[in-house]
């Protein structure tokens, strides 16, 4: 090799190591999550019958660009011969299997499946719905094909940085017969599943479903579960079945937004099952992984939801969120959406 050969060498090194380094330095990985979404019952009927109903279609801008995307599944995904609602409860309710596609088309990752509705048709339910999930490449997170093999947490990589889910419900419709098939709150449970995915994973983000429904707040047991997550080692907790918009905290500096509301979900009876959050978190890589940004977006719950841009309703919104919120959050009307004070951290 030449003089000028190995010098030459020599400086590719240098822009390939040069740029490896700033790869690893602009690092980063931007979640969306989103709360309830109810594909059975009406919407289900619709979708069954293969008329349109493209219940994301005004959302997916935002979810397919996200590096995860993450929604509560409400209604699992079974084939019932066309029943999406138990003829004699409308609490019971399922998603014919097409609805799958509806999810795969709108960019969702990960689908929450630790909710009081995962039991709704059993074991077979169960397993239909995760295997339907999984067919479309969504991972389901919060139940078990087999009680024995246990509930994994899901894991993914995005951008060279590793995001573990886990996702557990206070709150079941059924008394019996669901243990070991759905993510039940348990903190012996908790405490070793988040320092299992902690092992695995450079960002932990933790599930909640539980407290009361259609309330302002969560009730003390939820607050003292989601706190727990946090304490176990979760970088951020989400909470999921009240139904309504809830605030934020930071506990040990680190957020827990109570209760993202409804997303795909038809409940025009109230005035706040009408409103949800979509929340964007933006983690990035430097010297170790840091937590950036919370933004959340108002949305209008519904068969077909959208983001909320009038000024005036997101000021109404936003003013609840702070109202409902122990940190400081700031109304950015002309992004539509509400930014989540992360240096503040108020017991």
């Known amino acids: 090799m030449t003089v000028r050969a190995a010098g030459f060498a020599g400086l590719l090194l240098a822009i390939l190591f ?10 980063r990985l931007r979640l969306v999550a989103f709360g309830d979404v109810n594909l059975g019952r009406t919407l289900g009927k619709r979708l ?3 008329e349109p109903a493209f219940p994301f279609e005004r959302l997916k801008e935002m979810t397919r660009s996200a590096d995860v995307a993450m929604v509560n599944l409400e209604s699992l995904i079974s084939d019932q011969n066309g029943e999406t609602e138990h ?3 409308n609490y019971i309710f399922c998603a014919p299997p097409v609805a799958v596609w509806e999810l795969k088309d709108a960019g969702v990752d990960v689908a929450v499946t630790a909710n009081n509705h995962a039991f709704d048709y059993g ?15 969504i991972m389901p997170v919060g139940s078990a094909m087999e009680p024995e093999e246990g509930i994994p947490s899901g894991l993914l990589e995005r951008n060279g940085i590793r995001i573990a889910v886990v996702a557990y419900t206070a709150s079941m419709n059924f008394r019996s017969g669901w243990g070991g098939w759905i993510s039940g709150y348990d903190s012996a449970r908790v405490a070793r599943d988040v320092r299992n995915a902690r092992e695995h994973a450079d960002v932990v983000v933790a599930n909640y479903h539980g407290g009361a429904e259609y309330v302002d707040a969560p009730t003390s047991q939820a607050r003292a579960h989601m706190r727990f997550l946090i304490e176990a080692g979760a970088d951020v907790v989400i909470g999921h079945h009240p139904h309504y918009p809830q605030g934020v905290e930071l506990h040990r500096g680190r957020p827990i937004v109570f209760s993202l509301g409804n997303l795909v979900f038809y409940q025009p009876q109230r005035e706040w099952t009408q409103v949800g959050l979509g929340a964007e978190f933006i983690w990035s890589r430097r010297d170790s992984i840091r937590l950036d940004s919370v933004r959340l977006f108002p949305v209008r719950a519904g068969y077909q939801p959208y983001f909320i841009t009038t000024p005036e309703d997101v000021r109404r919104i936003g003013e609840r969120i702070r109202r409902l919120s122990t940190v400081p959050v700031t109304i950015n009307e002309s992004e539509s959406c509400f930014l989540v004070d992360l240096t503040d951290d108020r017991p």
């Open 48 to 50: 069954f019958r293969e």
């Open 123 to 137: 074991v077979t339910g169960v397993a239909e719905n995760i295997r339907f999930l999984a067919a479309a490449g």
């Open 87 to 89: 003829p004699r409860s």
């Open 18 to 27: 040069v740029a490896a380094v700033g790869q690893e330095h602009d690092a």
